[in-house]
């Protein structure tokens, strides 16, 4: 004997500003009408529409906050809204189980570029090129890390709290991304860390590394920094002025310069 055919539900459901990416054409900045069987949470059913719960800050249904865990039965009106830069969300359910005031980051595998860029602007970033899914999420929850990747899969995964989805694709327009999305200008300390391990740099004397430097380079450097995590040995070259010389003008859009967003030494 087979069993009855499900009933189907309905809701309508409303995606806002930059949510709109992970929709099909049809469907973006516009109300559409959703089918669903059961009672499943509003998380489920806005991850099954293709828009990973990372992305979202506020959820309405019928004009109430709800948060993720609100089950839909059908008939209701959900309007769902990314990040918000300008609101007071406080009287509304906030989505994230506690902010993360410190900006701390971890990268997936095909993010190595960006994860260098951020080291080297002083930004606490973890990259490894071989860390699968799961060790990513985990350590993203772990750690209080906000995950980034251009998977949307990986930002669904359950255990995932804080991360961002990035639309671009070349790195620096990743990076000029990840500036402004979490408002960084004002926090960059140029050079302070290492691009190869994520360790803290501090300066060392010019004697003590005298047999450790190509004797060129010696010649013409006054100024060394060592790596307190990888031991690894930094100085001053051309790849230093070109990063400083490309942020220089963004900076300057944003009413900053050097001086105002640096206080580490230079390498």
Not at 126 to 137: F, I, M
């Amino acid at each position: 004997m087979s069993r009855p055919p499900k009933t189907l539900k309905h809701c309508e459901f409303r995606f806002y500003e930059e949510l709109n990416d992970f929709l099909p054409p049809a469907r973006r900045k516009v109300s559409f009408r959703h089918a669903f069987s059961g009672t499943p949470t509003v998380k489920d059913r806005i991850q099954a529409l293709g828009v990973p719960h990372t992305e979202v800050d506020l959820i309405l249904v019928d004009g109430v906050s709800v948060d993720f865990q609100h089950h839909l039965h059908g008939g209701e009106r959900v309007a769902v809204y990314p990040t918000f830069e300008r609101f007071d969300l406080a009287e509304l359910n906030l989505l994230r189980p506690t902010p993360l005031r410190q900006p701390a980051f971890v990268l997936d595998v095909h993010l190595g570029r960006l994860a260098r860029y951020l080291r080297l602007l002083g930004l606490d970033t973890l990259y490894r090129n071989d860390w699968p899914d799961e060790e990513l999420a985990s350590v993203a929850l772990a750690e209080h890390r906000t995950l980034l990747t251009r998977d949307v899969g990986l930002l669904k995964r359950n255990a995932v709290t804080h991360g961002a989805f990035l639309r671009a694709t070349a790195p620096r327009q990743q990076l000029i991304e990840v500036l402004e999305r979490f408002d960084l200008w004002r926090q960059l300390r140029l050079f302070s860390r290492c691009a190869q391990c994520n360790g803290a740099i501090a300066p060392v004397t010019r004697a003590s590394v005298a047999g450790e430097t190509p004797p060129r380079v010696y010649a013409y450097q006054r100024h060394f920094y060592r790596c307190q995590g990888c031991n690894k040995l930094y100085w001053e070259g051309k790849h230093c002025d070109r990063l400083r010389h490309w942020l220089e003008p963004l900076l300057r859009e944003r009413g900053l310069t050097w001086p105002e967003a640096e206080d580490a030494p230079r390498q």
